[in-house]
């Protein structure tokens, strides 16, 4: 009978000769969750035995690894936010990344306890909006995407980390749906997310497979320049913000200048640049102007003296 510590050996082999960039760590957590031990169970004790079972799901989770299939497309979850996603093909596979929009918003609201409404375009799995629910305990939220599939494995994920109370998925072209009524339901949102499609149509054969072949095209594709997205977030967004709110936008490589540009086209402010742990550009911070105060009348009214 096998041991984890060579199973894991053997499984770093595999994935290496196949390519695959960390192919120790990856080894690690397909065997982790083939053997349904904690991570790191095989580097504490290597010795442990390995059932034939267990060897059998390891080996088929190395040959989808090795085809560059994502570890988390294999085991069906992704770690976001310190929470834990189910993923689905009609879902981008979130990264780490995005949040960096997610720490933004909450650095800016203030006090987390009040009663803010939320919303986010193309949520996919919903890691933005659920993030932000699981830290304001008063909030609740919408989240839209265009893809039904998407919109179901949102809710399933809201639904098991307990905020489905507090939120709602909807399936739409972006925010069409929500201009068209106006400002979204009275009130407008306090705070507003999206990490929509940013890759250039030119762009998408070259991604790397675990991105191209494994990610929905339309969670990717952002048209000849990639900035369709942002074109229809310009006209969504100074409808939808409620004056004094804030909004996120995950941005591409390079699209710092053109996506601000396409944006404040639309009506927005001047954004803040925000850039992930490794100091990259990866969002656009937006702030809608607060109304402006009521003018102070010329003059103190006159009272009425009595008869």
Not at 15 to 30: F, I, P, Y
Not at 204 to 225: F, T
């Amino acid at each position: 009978m096998a041991t984890l510590g060579a199973a894991r050996a053997a499984g770093t082999a595999r994935l290496a000769a196949a390519g695959v960039e960390d192919a120790r760590r990856d080894a690690g957590l397909l065997l982790a969750a083939a053997a349904e031990v904690e991570p790191g169970t095989e580097r504490a004790w290597p010795e442990r035995p390995l059932t034939a079972e267990a060897q059998t799901r390891y080996d088929g989770y190395l040959r989808r690894r090795e085809a560059r299939e994502p570890v988390a497309r294999i085991l069906g979850r992704r770690e976001f936010w310190s929470l834990s996603f189910e993923l689905s093909e009609a879902t981008l596979d979130p990264r780490a990344d995005s949040e960096t929009l997610v720490e933004a918003l909450l650095e800016r609201i203030g006090r987390r306890d009040r009663a803010l409404r939320l919303l986010d375009l193309g949520t996919g799995s919903g890691c933005l909006l659920l993030a932000l629910l699981a830290e304001l305990p008063r909030a609740w939220g919408v989240g839209l995407d265009r893809s039904e599939a998407a919109a179901a494995t949102a809710r399933r994920n809201a639904e098991a980390l307990g905020l489905a109370a507090r939120s709602a998925f909807v399936v739409g072209d972006w925010a069409g749906a929500l201009v068209s009524a106006g400002d979204g339901g009275g009130a407008g949102f306090d705070l507003i997310v999206s990490n929509p499609p940013y890759i250039t149509r030119h762009e998408l054969a070259g991604l790397a497979p675990e991105v191209g072949r494994y990610d929905p095209p339309a969670a990717l594709d952002g048209g000849v320049d990639g900035l369709d997205a942002y074109r229809a977030l310009a006209a969504a967004l100074p409808v939808l913000l409620r004056p004094g709110g804030w909004a996120a936008v995950e941005i591409g490589a390079g699209q710092a200048d053109s996506a601000s540009a396409a944006l404040v086209a639309g009506g927005l402010p001047s954004p803040v640049l925000l850039r992930d742990l490794a100091e990259h550009p990866r969002g656009l911070l937006f702030q809608a102007p607060a109304p402006a105060p009521a003018p102070a009348p010329a003059h103190a009214p006159i009272a009425d003296k009595p008869l």
